[in-house]
């Protein structure tokens, strides 16, 4: 139910709704309830044109009209297949985030106020000019006081407040379409404006996308092929954001970079190298890659600007997605399926046999096309959507990994249009799955878990022996049965000790497999193997052998 203060600017909504044509929308949530039948008598709905614009469009303009959160909030949507129908995720995605700037002056006694010095103390040559104006923050050009090049984002005042309204509005319009909505129980929308509430908030505070920007750096700090500014923190702040400038082409120039001297061909395939080493080595993915946040340098390097939304993948989400690329890729449908399954993607009640038909149903005309017009973003999609009658729950980092994968194809194709994304990720992802499998895998995970195991297995004795201690120090009540107690407690005492015995000799073995497993540590050799491989691991065999039980 909307608060009183609520109810002029839902009918607002609703006018500018009804004003676009999208009726449908307002009779969903019931924001015309009181008046729709008045509504559907206005002369000019007689005449309306048949051949009004899609309502893709029309949703479009209409968040546009109503404002800057609403128009990041259908950015957000048009990220998410698995809530709208195609048209409408296609459209949204083209939302401008540009607004009016406010006034330099104010940028500045902004700044000022978030250092609590004079500007001179801190920067100097301040732009008041913004070079860039979104909806939660404007950009300036400014140096460091030694005569650095710095870019200095600066968020709108009172931006706070004006989210905080809208927000509440969001909430408000959610929970009609949660009650009024067919669709409103399978989608929870109250949810989604959670997720874009806590986005958003996100967003306010500039440290954290200084943060993402230094992670990313970091990632990157000794590559050829791609360039991230450095983030000065000792000027950031929550409001306040410094960070180097950077120059380059920017990447929908196309000719300008071609003028160069650039190989598109090369600039094209290091884009795809930088996504998948993004999403599969580190599992943190620039994931607002649009052509405005990416330039070109003289030589050919990527520079990207604006970190503010980053996606996170885990090693599942990660083997996931390896496993039914390469899958799709050898048209492998069931192991599509079964990937989804093992995963706890879908349901485990679901047939595999009814998923993997709904699979190559929309994938197999996918192959229909030259190897080169293929999409990667486009499989992807096509999964969610199979998957989405399955039940399948979408995952927030999974779509920004599919809207980012779609971006870097269209740049990539742009580049170079004869572009084979296969070409580049095929062995890139069968290099990733054999490290995740298989003996060196197995190495790589001992080499991984060896400074615990150095931490743990010196107590392991100690603790053995505590346990021994206390077992054979423990008095049984029941004098009536000492005697086969202590025929029990015999026993138990020799096992105890061919356990303790076997312990130590697996203990032993699997040192010696781990010495042999580290590279370069090999001070003396022996039929191939370091010698104290060996000796640790024939002691361990011949305390194995000691503990196996007889056959008594």
Excluded at 473 to 489: G, P, T, V
């Amino acid at each position: 139910m909307a608060h009183p203060r609520q109810l002029f600017r839902l009918s607002r909504i609703a006018r500018v709704f009804i004003r676009h044509g999208l009726d449908e929308f307002v009779d969903t949530l019931h924001l015309s309830r009181p008046y729709r039948t008045v509504l559907r008598l206005l002369p000019w709905r007689w005449w309306r044109a048949a051949e009004d614009s899609p309502r893709g469009v029309r949703l479009r303009e209409a968040l546009e009209e109503l404002g800057p959160v609403f128009v990041k909030f259908g950015q957000v949507l048009s990220t998410r297949p698995d809530l709208l129908a195609e048209d409408l995720a296609t459209e949204l995605a083209k939302l401008q985030d540009q607004v009016a700037p406010f006034s330099g002056d104010q940028a500045k006694l902004l700044v000022e106020q978030a250092y609590g010095d004079a500007l001179g103390d801190h920067l100097r040559n301040f732009n008041a000019e913004p070079v860039a104006a979104a909806s939660v923050a404007q950009v300036h050009l400014a140096e460091l006081l030694d005569g650095t090049e710095v870019i200095v984002k600066v968020l709108r005042p009172d931006i706070d407040e004006v989210i905080e309204r809208d927000l509440d509005l969001l909430y408000a319009l959610a929970g009609l379409a949660e009650q009024y909505w067919d669709e409103g129980p399978r989608l929870r929308p109250v949810e989604v404006v959670g997720e874009f509430d806590k986005t958003i908030h996100d967003e306010l505070d500039l440290r954290r996308e200084a943060a993402n920007a230094s992670q990313l750096r970091a990632n990157f700090i000794d590559s050829d092929i791609v360039y991230v500014p450095k983030v000065y923190w000792e000027h950031t702040r929550q409001n306040v954001m410094v960070m180097e400038r950077i120059h380059g082409i920017p990447i929908r120039d196309v000719d300008a970079i071609r003028k160069a001297g650039i190989d598109m061909r090369q600039l094209a395939h290091n884009g795809v190298e930088i996504f998948f080493t993004q999403a599969f080595r580190d599992g943190f993915f620039h994931a607002d890659m649009h052509p405005g946040n990416i330039f070109v340098s003289e030589d050919g390097q990527y520079r990207a600007v604006d970190f503010g939304i980053v996606g996170t993948l885990s090693d599942s989400d990660k083997r996931y997605l390896a496993e039914n690329f390469l899958a799709f890729f050898n048209r492998d449908y069931h192991a599509v399926a079964d990937a989804h399954l093992r995963a706890g993607w879908v349901p485990p009640h679901t047939r595999v046999e009814e998923f993997e038909a709904a699979i190559r149903t929309v994938c197999e005309p996918i192959f229909a096309k030259p190897i080169n017009e293929i999409s990667f973003g486009r499989f992807v999609l096509q999964l969610f959507q199979v998957a989405r009658r399955f039940e399948m729950p979408i995952q927030p980092q999974l779509v920004l990994l599919q809207k980012t994968l779609l971006n870097i194809e269209g740049l990539g194709r742009q580049l170079y249009p004869q572009l084979d994304l296969w070409e580049t990720a095929k062995p890139y992802l069968e290099d990733w799955m054999n490290r995740q499998v298989g003996p060196r895998a197995f190495v790589e995970g001992i080499k991984k878990e060896l400074p615990k195991w150095n931490r743990i297995l010196p107590q392991v004795p100690s603790l053995a022996y505590d346990v021994m201690r206390k077992l054979s120090e423990a008095e049984f009540a029941n004098q009536s049965q000492a005697a086969e107690i202590e025929k029990l407690r015999r026993e138990i005492s020799a096992g105890q000790r061919r356990h303790f015995v076997g312990m130590v000799g697996a203990i032993l073995v699997l040192s010696a497999f781990i010495v042999s497993a580290l590279d370069g540590y090999a001070p003396v050799m022996f039929h191939g193997a370091p010698l104290l491989s060996w000796a640790v691991g024939s002691i361990g065999a011949v305390l194995l052998v000691l503990a196996w039980p007889d056959s008594r």
